[in-house]
């Protein structure tokens, strides 16, 4: 394992809260998809990732890792999700509008849910409680084979990204009193008023 795989991998993991198969896995797709498209670690926005991935499903820790490795992030609106519960996600470099789309190979990930790891997870036992020596065989397998043993990675294609600038003006709800960004403000009454307070959804 290299340096750099090594120190994100501590990092994903304090991040994350726990470890366990699927951030790893995540971590590796990233770091792939970066490498593919020649692109380095997003600072700001230089990069942007949809991701298919839900909630509620066995591996939505995939996710993790992949905003660990690219540093597309919910702060940074440089990340969006789908929900569609799939294994993939798309990398685009927003300086070039190059692209790369990353998914797991369904038979690794057919596999992986068939684990140990994941036979305990299905019984209730929360991931940090999963004995060490259970995880290690998996994490190890991770983290040396090589991607194309366990990843489909597109050819690079166009995706042209609609950029919005930041917004930086905001003023207080004249219901609740609470700053907002004027972008999010509605009108009820003839007053500026925050989506909460305004009664809409939206």
Not at 30 to 54: F, P, S
Not at 108 to 118: D, G, H, I, R, T
Request: with cysteine.
């Amino acid at each position: 394992m290299n340096k750099k795989l090594e120190e994100l991998l501590e990092l994903g993991f304090k991040f994350h809260g726990h470890k366990c198969p699927a951030m790893p896995m995540g971590l590796r797709a990233g770091l792939k998809a970066m490498e593919v498209l020649g692109v380095e670690r997003a600072q700001d926005k230089e990069l942007y990732v949809i991701a298919e991935t839900g909630k509620g499903h066995a591996a939505g820790c995939f996710l993790d890792g992949i905003m660990v490795a690219t540093g597309c992030t919910y702060g940074k609106s440089n990340i969006e999700k789908k929900y569609w519960d799939k294994m993939a996600f798309t990398l685009i470099d927003t300086e070039t509008n190059r692209a790369v789309r990353v998914s797991l190979k369904p038979k690794f990930f057919e596999q992986a849910l068939k684990s140990p790891f994941v036979e305990m997870r299905k019984k209730g036992i929360p991931p940090q409680d999963i004995p060490y020596e259970v995880l290690k065989p998996l994490l190890d397998k991770i983290l040396t084979m090589p991607e194309e043993q366990f990843l489909d990675i597109s050819e690079v294609f166009e995706y042209k990204l609609e950029r919005k600038p930041g917004c930086f003006k905001a003023e207080p709800c004249a219901i609740c009193g609470e700053m907002t960004f004027e972008k999010a403000l509605r009108v009820k009454g003839g007053k500026h008023v925050c989506i909460p307070c305004s009664g809409y959804e939206k």
